[in-house]
């Protein structure tokens, strides 16, 4: 899976807003809020990943169970994917 075109995400005041570029795509609606966690994950989907490979560097970059992780990584994914925002 990977990010479609069309979005950016933005760093403001410590928070991660994911908005999308040249009008709103279909199904789109407002913008995403994200903390540092999914700001990372975000950008490890600038190139082709699978759910198990996002834990991986997931756990490489933070203290965290991979109990944790793998909650975190499934959040991550089904918002991104009720967004429409993911290629799977």
């Known amino acids: 899976m990977k990010l479609k075109k069309g979005y950016i995400m933005k760093e403001l005041a410590g928070r991660y807003v994911v908005l999308p570029v040249g009008g709103e795509p279909e199904g789109f ?10 700001g990372f994950l975000w950008e490890c989907l600038s190139e082709e990943r699978t759910k198990q490979e996002l834990i ?13 992780a793998e909650a975190d990584v499934n959040t991550f994914i089904e918002n991104l994917s009720k967004a429409g925002i993911l290629e799977v």
């Open 56 to 68: 991986d560097l997931f756990l490489e970059k933070y203290d965290a169970s991979r109990e944790d």
């Open 29 to 38: 609606q407002g913008m995403i809020q994200m903390n540092v966690t999914g």
